[in-house]
């Protein structure tokens, strides 16, 4: 584990008076992942709206010096209970999001995660009950292998590189043809919109190194199921009935180790945030939020970043 304090690059988008929502995103993915329209939309119901790069990707701070590790020999050791070397873990990565909470002065927050977001913020509403005010956990996993295998095409397009990694273009088309493979068949995006938007993060930051790191994290984290008992804040646990890389099984095996947890399957959802679910997710969101804590005015207003 690694105890050095890292820049973590942030937005705060809506009035900073109101209750908070922190999101977490998942493996490799920027802050831009959290599509403009869904924090819109909770900044609509009266919150605040932080979204953050982790670790090791985007924009904020690098774990220099470390190195990327065999990401199949870590699999191997896993699979086998073998401990697993990693430069730092999930443990650490819900420390940075604790961390940035401090900076922002937010003694509590509703936290939601997305993928191995969703894995950060389930050990940070165990690790730190008193700072949740509640979780949702999206696309995620308790860490139990036996219900969290991917399928073999999306586990093949994890893994695959890059045909030409400096080639900004090589890699956008790379990313399209993984969200190709991986996301909602119940609401398709066009490879143009992919463009489009990957583009926009690549542009922004392309580290694939840390995604390394961070995929060896999320492997050394292992089987979670006993941590999850844990877990005292109101739970919302939301999975793609069509997830192709965590499967639904994991989105149910998560709910039923947190105690009161409940579970929303969204039928044609796969491992992506399609812009056409963006209203039902803020809204199921939300209304999370507005039972587990200080109910906020609705307002009217463009978020501005901060």
């Given at each position: 584990m690694t105890a050095v304090p890292l820049h973590i690059e942030y937005e705060s988008l809506g009035d900073p008076t109101r209750p908070a929502i922190v999101l977490i995103m998942g493996l490799g993915?920027?802050?831009?992942g959290w599509p403009d329209s869904f924090c819109r939309?909770?900044?609509?119901?009266?919150?605040?709206?932080?979204?953050?790069?982790?670790?090791?990707?985007?924009?904020?701070?690098r774990v220099a010096g470390k190195?990327?590790?065999?990401?199949l020999l870590a699999m191997a050791a896993?699979?086998?209970?073998?401990?697993?070397r990693t430069p730092y873990t999930l443990e650490d990565m819900a420390g940075d999001t604790i961390g940035l909470m401090d900076r922002l002065g937010l003694e509590q927050a509703h936290i939601v995660g997305a993928s191995m977001g969703g894995m950060i913020a389930q050990i940070l509403a165990a690790k730190f009950p008193r700072r949740a005010l509640s979780l949702t956990s999206i696309?995620?996993?308790?860490?139990?292998?036996?219900?969290?295998?991917?399928?073999k095409a999306a586990r093949k397009v994890l893994l695959a590189r890059p045909a030409d990694s400096k080639n900004t273009d090589?890699?956008?088309?790379?990313?399209?043809?993984?969200?190709?493979?991986i996301g909602s068949p119940g609401y398709p995006s066009t490879r143009e919109e992919?463009?489009?938007?990957?583009?926009?993060?690549?542009?922004?930051?392309?580290?694939?190194?840390?995604v390394a790191r961070q995929l060896l994290a999320s492997i050394a984290s292992g089987d979670r199921r006993r941590q999850l008992r844990t877990i005292m804040a109101p739970t919302l646990v939301i999975h793609g009935a069509d997830d192709p890389l965590v499967p639904l099984a994991a989105g149910r095996d998560t709910a039923q180790h947190i105690p009161?947890?409940?579970?929303?399957?969204?039928?044609?959802m796969g491992h992506d945030f399609p812009e056409a679910l963006m209203p039902r997710l803020a809204t199921a969101i939300a209304d999370h939020c507005d039972t587990h804590g200080p109910r906020p005015q609705a307002v009217a207003i463009n978020p501005s970043a901060g």
């Open positions: 993915m920027q802050l831009t939309a909770l900044v609509a119901r009266g919150y605040r709206v932080i979204r953050f790069d982790n670790r090791d990707c985007g924009l904020s701070g190195k990327r590790g065999n990401l896993a699979a086998l209970g073998l401990p697993v696309m995620s996993t308790s860490g139990n292998r036996r219900v969290s295998k991917p399928s090589a890699v956008i088309e790379h990313m399209v043809d993984m969200f190709g493979v992919l463009r489009q938007h990957i583009g926009r993060s690549v542009r922004r930051a392309y580290y694939p190194a840390g009161g947890a409940s579970l929303l399957v969204i039928k044609g």
